[in-house]
């Protein structure tokens, strides 16, 4: 097996030189740096990576804790992630929170042991015990899909933050039912706590009053984020004494929920019962009725973190960020509207927003 100081003979340069180019401790003139790394290329040289840590104090791994791996909108936000460190040159250890404060925070103790550079983490309804262990830890932090405001106490480092908005494209689906003449539009909504719930009740309640129409607590039901919650909602929304003519699931897994309801049911959509959903999937567009959708840059914001994660560790000390990223609207039949020439129509609902805490 090929060592540094092959490298460094082959390359005509020190070991110290070498060790300079891999590790990226040092600027290096370009001809001798291409020098060494054609010299790696040719010689199959592979660096030791425990070595290199100790000299650099660095692992080049990062730590992902986000529940629900199997929701295809967090397996997208993973992909996302994944390539993005392995772009920069950096591994990734995984590990599901199940959306538990008390197993959150031993799994980020788990992965902060494994000594990776920083973590990026969906945190719970209720992450205060996970933000004081990244505080006191001084551990490089960037939250992902769910905000949690003023999370950095006085002392800490700051934490970064990147989520899709919530607010209005949520309203965007209850004017859109509206405008279809819908006056009982009833609401699926997530896990008490979370950041996205809460933001998604009031992206709802502001497209109730953009169009007119009074808030009626009856018609929010909590379907906890979970296909068996969306199903319970749906079930209790349909057993109003004056049920909902339309609906809005406010993630993927609740609208399967929702289907399984209106099916067992034997109740159509949009015959019956009209439908939007927050979330976008790989086979929305195969249901029929097509679901229109709200769609997330699941991708987008997996990668986003990554690269708030590196610039953080670049500048420990910069003030935190939050990032908010936009969603579109696809539009399909599921809402009631006719077919448009076979596709599905994208409008972008918002704009990038960078907010410094």
Request: glycine share 8%; net charge negative; hydrophobic share 40%.
């Amino acid at each position: 097996m090929a060592t540094m100081a092959d490298v460094a003979r082959s390359a005509g340069v020190s070991v110290a030189t070498v060790s300079h180019v891999l590790n990226g401790t040092r600027p290096v003139l370009p001809h001798t740096r291409q020098a060494v790394l054609d010299a790696v290329e040719e010689l199959g040289y592979t660096p030791n990576t425990l070595a290199r840590s100790l000299v650099t104090s660095r692992t080049r791994s990062i730590g992902l804790a986000v529940s629900a791996i199997s929701n295809p909108y967090f397996t997208e936000i993973l992909q996302g992630v994944e390539a993005a460190a392995l772009e920069h040159g950096y591994g990734l250890l995984i590990a599901d929170p199940h959306d538990d404060p008390r197993h959150e925070r031993e799994v980020v103790r788990l992965l902060h042991e494994r000594r990776v550079d920083g973590v990026i983490v969906a945190p719970s309804a209720d992450p205060r015990g996970l933000v004081a262990y990244l505080g006191r830890h001084r551990v490089p932090t960037v939250f992902l899909d769910r905000v949690v405001d003023g999370a950095a106490e006085d002392g800490a480092p700051p934490f970064d933050q990147v989520c899709a908005e919530g607010t209005g494209p949520t309203s965007r689906l209850v004017t859109h039912l509206a405008g279809l003449g819908h006056r009982r539009i009833g609401l699926v909504a997530g896990r008490p706590g979370l950041s996205t719930t809460r933001e998604r009740i009031t992206g709802y309640r502001h497209g109730l009053a953009t169009a007119g129409l009074p808030w009626d607590e009856r018609l929010v039901v909590h379907g906890d984020s979970e296909a068996a919650g969306g199903e319970r909602a749906t079930g209790a929304l349909l057993s109003l004494s004056v049920p909902p003519t339309a609906l809005v699931t406010a993630n993927n897994a609740m609208t399967i929920g929702a289907l399984r309801a209106l099916r067992e049911r034997r109740l159509s959509v949009p015959g019956d019962l009209a439908l939007c959903c927050f979330d976008d999937f790989a086979w929305a567009d195969l249901f029929s009725p097509r679901l229109t959708a709200v769609a997330q840059p699941s991708r987008e914001i997996g990668a986003r973190a990554v690269r708030l994660l590196l610039d953080r560790l670049a500048e420990p000390d910069r003030p935190g960020r939050t990032e908010r990223l936009p969603c579109a609207f696809v539009h399909r039949t599921s809402c009631g509207c006719p077919e448009r020439a076979g596709r599905a129509e994208l409008s972008e609902l918002s704009e990038l927003s960078e907010l410094s805490e």
